[in-house]
């Protein structure tokens, strides 16, 4: 480390221009398809056009899940080739990068959802260096600083660039913290970290906090980088809104992300250079083990198949080069386990720093971890300096009160949540969640999970639960330690009495119903009793890293087995898909007669992997008119496939595979 740190430390390093300046064309992402292609043929729009900007614009839609099999600058040809404006979709390929763009403009939640770096790389590769919106999504906003895209929520400053005027680089530095300022200054994370290796950066220490602190707090003192030449780590507190850099205790990454980052180590640092801490990394493939299996006809032609399969061939060359644990495919035809599942199962500890390459890395909350998913850039720097850049995040407290009614569920108390205005409009964009209350802490760890999973859909910077004595519980039964070990990991890990909260969300658990999302986005979330129309459906898929551990497993096959029991399978015409999250989960399914539940019932099962929730594996709809329910967390359009998308929990999506139409569980009838 100390030979690279030294090449590192005689590196040219530069500044970026202080001045910014418009060099090209403003594509304006509105809501209507014949606006988006008259600019795409050479028509620009007005400032003052008075079309509605498209909100809530994902990240699967800047780039669609076949778009992140390539991980170079073919990327430019590609941004937003998944957008639709007005159920259309103007965008094809190259079409961006021919169009001269440099700005792009949006509404509400520009980047919301995947954690996926291959978005604002396409943009960038295709010619876009500056993002105009009204706000937003974190993960996507540090990405494009860590890449060197320049960011802005002031109009008026596009005004003056549309105008002819040079704008100083400082305001597009407005409103951030001091290490993103400096961040945006050298021009990008790696150049930032070379001039912070060089000495040449202002990097303040740690603020003292005042007052009692959060969970989050406690954990980010005792993760901050206080020294970087010594290694001294830690402090008694940590005062909200103070940037730093935080030692990680787990980096992991899987093969959407894995080779990008490492054609970026081998590029910007050097082929064969020293890895920090190499033990403490963890490499996944859990995304496309079935993509051959889910892949049209048409993206075969395009060679995509091929494409797809140079991301696991980078992702094990560079294992085998670092010595790396890769967790990859059984020759089951899946994977040893999604990435998350496994942390969680086999790595996460109460009171750890978590950073991986996937925006539901918060998965490990519910553990008391602070876990949260950084983009490519962020990923490969770690693996240079073992630490990761943050600011000490507000948080806001989700309380849930109540003894939960029958048939409600983690994910019906979270679609409930998503829907509350203040997380749909956007005002919970990169802060954390403290999950909390009586229905709370009466869920297992697993529907836990799911809560600080969908922080992601919250656009949160991560969710959290408190470590109880369930948490004891479970790390005595799945990690074998014994219970006073558990416990000291425990210890210390709550909120202080009298803690800072911004806002206060509270959902009475006895008022609520089962819920699905209705298809576009999760925020859609409506009481099945309140769905205008029967809703029939094609496919029932429950599976994903929300759905497909041990408690959702046993939500099934209760369903099921209540369905068999009266003679009834899964109805004709619907496929009811089940994908394991682990080996583990599957071996708990044997263990329990799941597997043969399953069978009888018509359901099929999959080993495991990421599969339909990510459009690469079975389960995934196959054409428009195509209408699936299903136990995933997010259903942007095009996110599992061309058809229409109700999100729902485990016990509806299986009684609605019974039923041939959206329905709620009731174990009465």
């Known amino acids: 480390m100390s030979d690279l740190i030294g090449k590192l430390q005689q590196r040219e390093v530069s500044r970026r221009s202080q001045e910014v300046r418009l060099e090209g064309r403003v594509l304006h992402l509105v809501d209507d398809a014949e606006a988006m292609v008259q ?119 596009l005004e003056r660039l549309v105008a002819g005027e040079s704008v100083p680089l400082d305001e597009f530095k407005k409103g951030k913290d001091p290490v993103t300022c400096q961040i945006i200054d050298w021009g990008g994370l790696f150049e930032f970290n070379l001039a912070r290796l060089q000495g040449k950066v202002d990097l303040s220490g740690p603020i003292a906090a005042t007052g009692p602190q959060t ?62 801490d190499p033990d403490s990394v963890i490499f996944f493939r859990d995304h496309l083990t079935f993509l051959e299996q889910a892949i049209t006809p048409e993206r075969r032609k395009m060679g995509l198949l091929q ?42 500890l109460p009171g750890q720093l978590i950073i991986g390459s996937d925006s539901h890395t918060p998965h490990s909350g519910a553990l008391g971890c602070v876990a949260f998913g950084v983009g490519t850039t962020a990923i490969f720097n770690s693996w240079i300096t073992r630490d990761v850049y943050a600011t000490v995040p507000e948080t806001v407290r989700i309380e849930v009160r109540g003894e939960r009614p029958a048939g409600i569920t983690a994910k019906d108390m979270m679609l409930a949540i998503l829907r509350d205005p203040y997380v749909a409009e956007g005002h919970a964009i990169a802060k954390m969640v403290e999950y909390c209350g009586a229905a709370v802490e009466a869920l297992s760890i697993d529907e836990r999970a799911t809560m600080t999973n969908m922080a992601a859909e ?12 369930k948490t004891v519980e479970f790390l005595v039964a799945e990690r074998g330690l014994d219970p006073q070990q558990a416990r000291q990991y425990c210890e210390g890990l709550f909120s202080d009495e009298g803690a800072n ?67 009834r399978r899964v109805a004709d015409g619907v496929e009811f898909w089940i994908q394991f999250g682990s080996q583990e989960v599957k071996e708990y399914c044997r263990e329990m007669g799941y597997l043969e539940i399953f069978e009888k019932a018509g359901a099929q099962v999959i080993e495991p992997s990421c599969g339909a929730c990510i459009n690469a594996g079975p389960g995934v709809s196959r054409t428009p008119d195509q209408v699936s329910v299903s136990a995933v967390n997010r259903n942007f359009p095009g996110r599992s496939g061309p058809g229409q998308v109700y999100l729902a929990s485990p016990l509806t999506v299986a009684a609605s595979a019974l039923a041939g139409h959206i329905v709620a569980f009731n174990k009465d009838q």
């Open 501 to 567: 909260y911004c806002h206060e969300i509270v959902i009475e658990v006895e008022d609520l119903e089962p819920l699905v999302a209705l298809p576009g986005d999760p925020g859609n979330g409506l009481e099945i009793s309140k769905l205008e129309k029967t809703v029939a459906i094609d496919i029932a898929y429950g599976g994903s890293c929300t759905a497909g551990k041990k408690e959702d497993m046993n939500m099934y096959a209760e369903v099921l087995l209540h369905g068999l029991q009266q003679g």
């Open 39 to 157: 600019q795409l043929s050479g028509t620009d729009l007005p400032l003052d056009h008075g079309l509605t900007y498209r909100d809530n614009i994902s990240t699967d839609e800047i780039t669609p899940a076949y778009v992140c099999y390539y991980h170079d600058e073919t990327l430019g040809e590609f941004p937003y080739v998944g957008y639709s404006a007005g159920g259309e979709f103007p965008i094809t390929r190259s079409s961006i990068k021919e169009g001269g763009f440099a700005a792009a403009v949006s509404g509400k939640r520009r980047g919301k959802g995947s954690s996926r770096e291959a978005s604002p790389y396409a943009e960038l590769c295709a010619g876009i260096h500056l993002i105009f919106a009204e706000n937003i999504e974190r993960i996507y906003q540090q990405n494009c600083h860590n890449l060197g895209l320049l960011t802005c929520t002031d109009f008026s400053v």
């Open 458 to 469: 919250v656009g949160a910077f991560s969710g959290i639960i408190v470590p109880d004595e």
């Open 215 to 276: 969970i989050t707090q406690k954990i980010f003192a005792r993760s901050r980088i206080i020294d970087s030449a010594t290694g001294q780590v830690g402090c008694d507190s940590a005062e909200i809104g103070d940037a730093g850099f935080f030692q990680t205790d787990i980096r992991f990454s899987h093969e959407y992300v894995t080779p990008m980052a490492a054609s970026f180590f081998e590029q910007k640092v050097g082929k064969g250079e020293p890895l920090t």
């Open 307 to 348: 494409t797809a399969e140079q991301l696991k061939i980078k992702q094990e060359e560079f294992a085998h080069a670092y010595d790396i644990t890769l967790h990859g495919e059984t020759g089951l035809g899946g994977s040893e386990a999604i990435c998350h599942s496994k942390i969680i199962q086999d790595y996460a």
